[in-house]
């Protein structure tokens, strides 16, 4: 697994889709979670699961957030290297976390976080450098609309099934879940995608024209085997 991970680092979200649509699955790219600032980077790790359900005005309360099951409580569960990702239920009025906890999450040696929902003290979450992937931001709490029930139990967010410990990727186009039983499959698979691709934006660079180049017929493939064994791919 550890050499899958970091294999992938070099695949991007875009690939990831195609190798899961390989093998059927068309719901893995988090529809509304996108950087929060130029991400410019792309992080990967296990997923650990928040679960946000719709405003419930005498659970939902400031004092909430002093109960064990709590944001705050669940921040302390967060192992290293992990990637939140927190199902907000795409609720746009209403920001999930500010720069408090997230500086919190950095000294958990959280990696990045991800939700279909907004944040809040843009300014402050930015300067603690944690990656953040969200559909925004709004001013009020995260109480206004929502009440935390847990964590590390299988979610949904932004229309995909998330379970703890899936793998997650993100970078500059958005988030995507690797269910764990393809996480090889995928970074191998994933690998060998990202070196064709870059060997065919070297031919189109050349002058080639697209039909039978993308996606490559035979006489290309047979092109592009060679150059590889060349070291020219």
């Given at each position: ?8 680092k ?5 690939t ?8 059927g699955?068309?719901r893995?790219?988090?529809?509304g979670?996108?950087p ?6 792309r ?7 928040l679960?946000?359900?719709?405003v419930?005005e ?9 109960k064990?099951?709590s944001t705050?409580?669940?921040?302390e ?16 009025t209403?920001g999930?976390?500010?720069d ?8 958990r ?19 603690t450098?944690?990656?953040?992937w ?17 964590w590390e139990?299988p979610i ?12 997650i990727v ?7 879940v690797?269910?764990k ?8 698979g ?15 660079d ?9 996606p ?11 150059d590889k ?5």
């Amino acid at each position: 697994m550890t050499n899958a991970l970091e294999t992938l680092k070099s695949v991007t979200t875009g690939t990831i889709t195609t190798m899961l649509l390989k093998k059927g699955i068309r719901r893995c790219w988090m529809e509304g979670a996108m950087p929060f600032a130029a991400a410019g980077k792309r992080v990967v790790g296990p997923a650990f699961t928040l679960r946000f359900v719709p405003v419930r005005e005498d659970l939902a309360t400031p004092e909430s957030w002093t109960k064990p099951i709590s944001t705050r409580g669940a921040i302390e569960a967060m192992p290293e290297n992990c990637i939140v990702v927190a199902d907000a239920m795409g609720v746009q009025t209403a920001g999930i976390f500010g720069d408090i906890l997230c500086m919190r999450m950095v000294k958990r040696g959280v990696t990045a976080l991800i939700t279909d929902g907004v944040m809040r003290d843009k300014h402050g979450i930015l300067g603690t450098g944690l990656p953040v992937w969200c559909s925004g931001v709004a001013a009020p709490a995260s109480v206004n609309q929502l009440t935390f029930v847990g964590w590390e139990e299988p979610i949904a967010c932004g229309g995909c099934a998330i379970f703890p410990g899936d793998i997650i990727v993100a970078d500059d186009d958005g988030a995507v879940v690797i269910p764990k039983d393809l996480v090889d499959f995928v970074a191998e698979g994933g690998a060998e995608h990202e070196r064709l691709e870059a060997w065919l934006v070297k031919e189109v660079d050349r002058g080639e024209k697209l039909p039978g180049l993308y996606p490559p017929n035979e006489e290309t493939k047979k092109r592009y085997e060679a150059d590889k064994k060349s070291g020219k791919a």
